[in-house]
């Protein structure tokens, strides 16, 4: 069975760094997601991508963040200057359309 | 604005009884709802959706959901509950104009032998 692949499995970085998460989409699909989970709280929206530019994006989605599909297979997520709260663990999901989307393993981001 | 609670941090069962696992939710429009469910070091997996039409729908690993519209809930059940099912399960919603889900708090399940 497909699945939603992301990479690293852990990233540690230093505050003021910049990292980039990747994510393989399954095949056939055109949606793509990202969300992050902060230990112990909800798993929040962030942005979602169609048609090569962002669908809708929420309120953490500030100018640090960034989204491209640079290849056509590979969905990624750059965080610019990172801070010690974007500590979380970050999925990508996929879909082929408006209903059931499908995770990636996650990453799981540390900042120190 | 979309919102989904589950009511309860844990559930404990017994393996062989029926699980119940709670979500209410509240959108401006009509709603998509799903269950995922989480293992430890894993991400969500899908177990299932209500779109439209039978108020009843059936999922992954013996799974079912109610959609009680009057209640604004959608309540995952399983009839016989396994060890295997303990784990993190989260129920979601998105409006149908929208992109998102919106995640509820998640309800650890601990079914024991």
């Known amino acids: 069975e497909p699945e939603v692949t992301q990479t690293p499995s852990h990233q540690v970085t230093q505050m003021g760094q910049e990292v980039i998460l990747r994510c393989v989409p399954i095949?056939?699909?055109?949606?793509f997601y990202w969300y992050r989970q902060i230990l112990g709280q909800k798993v929040e929206f962030l942005v979602s991508?169609?048609?090569?530019?962002?669908?809708?994006k929420s309120e953490i989605f500030d100018d640090q963040f960034s989204v491209e599909r640079p290849d056509g297979s590979n969905f990624t997520l750059k965080i610019r200057s990172t801070k010690l709260e974007d500590s979380a663990m970050y999925f990508c999901?996929?879909?082929?359309?408006?209903?059931?989307?499908?995770f990636g393993p996650g990453t799981r981001l540390t900042v120190t | 604005a979309q919102s989904v609670a589950q009511p309860e941090d844990q559930v404990n069962v017994a393996e062989g009884n029926p699980l119940t696992v709670k979500c209410t939710y509240s959108?401006?429009?009509?709603?998509?709802l799903f269950w995922y469910v989480q293992y430890p070091n894993r991400g969500l997996q899908f177990l299932l959706k209500y779109i439209t039409g039978d108020n009843l729908v059936k999922g992954s690993y013996g799974f079912e959901a109610e959609f009680n519209k009057s209640q604004t809930s959608f309540h995952l059940k399983k009839p016989s509950a396994l060890v295997s099912d303990s784990a993190l399960y989260f129920c979601a919603v998105r409006d149908i104009d929208d992109y998102k889900l919106s995640f509820g708090a998640g309800t650890t399940v601990t079914v024991r032998a």
């Open positions: 991508f169609y048609n090569n530019e962002i669908s809708e």
């Open positions: 959108v401006s429009g009509n709603p998509y």
């Open positions: 999901a996929t879909g082929t359309g408006m209903r059931e989307q499908y």
């Open positions: 095949s056939n699909h055109l949606y």
